[in-house]
């Protein structure tokens, strides 16, 4: 039996044709983070509505061009080594996060990155459905920490 899985939705609450979406229908073990207030997110009401651990499936860039306005309270993103095995998933085409800002968190948090391409955001709107190959990624990283 595998140990549950915390979704992270970004901004807005991800939608209904977003994978994290589709996979916690999937699978009864997903749980989705409870915050009050999806359109305007602030890091700390996140991080205490965590508790103590979370798999983050996201790495915007707070200092990005990109980055939602409303959105406050994320930086600096935390730059110490996680004590647990991570996996950041990235595209080479993503607005919120470049590749110098996900490499430099992979490295903070010891953090292995898999390249998945231009796939924009990887978001409900990049047309990635159920995104097999990101569940295949999680179940990979689920049988390396044994869980």
């Given at each position: 039996?595998?140990?549950?899985?915390?979704?992270?939705p970004g901004i807005n609450n991800s939608g209904e044709s977003h994978w994290q979406t589709l996979w916690q229908r999937r699978d009864p073990g997903f749980e989705r983070l409870a915050v009050d207030d999806w359109d305007n997110p602030a890091c700390s009401a996140w991080v205490e509505a965590t508790g103590s651990a979370a798999l983050l499936v996201a790495v915007p860039d707070p200092a990005g061009p990109a980055f939602p306005p409303t959105a406050h309270g994320f930086a600096p993103l935390p730059a110490r080594r996680f004590a647990f095995p991570s996996l950041i998933v990235a595209s080479s085409d993503?607005?919120?996060a470049s590749a110098d800002h996900t490499r430099d968190c992979a490295r903070?948090?010891?953090s292995h990155v898999h390249q998945a391409g231009p796939r924009g955001h990887l978001n409900g709107a990049s047309g990635l459905g159920e995104w097999p190959a990101g569940w295949a990624l999680l179940e990979s990283l689920r049988a390396r920490v044994g869980c």
């Open positions: 039996m595998h140990s549950p899985v915390l979704i992270v993503d607005p919120y903070a948090w010891g």
